[in-house]
């Protein structure tokens, strides 16, 4: 599953968990936790196991 969640690297994304979403950059991808940090610079770690879908989202330019 790491290498398949590995190629959004860079990609801003939304990351759907079981009630809650992240929207944000994908900057590492670690044994079960994703590092995505926000457009206000802000960084935070979620963990896969509660991850039920990923979805590319470009942000407006």
Do not use: H
């Not at 979620?46 to 879908?53: A, E, F, L, P, Q």
């Amino acid at each position: 599953m790491n290498e398949l969640i590995k190629s959004f690297i860079g990609k801003n994304v939304l990351l759907y968990g079981y009630s809650t979403g992240v929207e944000g950059t994908v900057t590492k991808v670690e044994e079960n936790w994703i590092e995505v940090e926000d457009k206000k610079g802000k960084k935070q770690l979620v963990n896969m196991d509660y991850v039920s879908r990923i979805q590319e989202y470009p942000r407006k330019k």
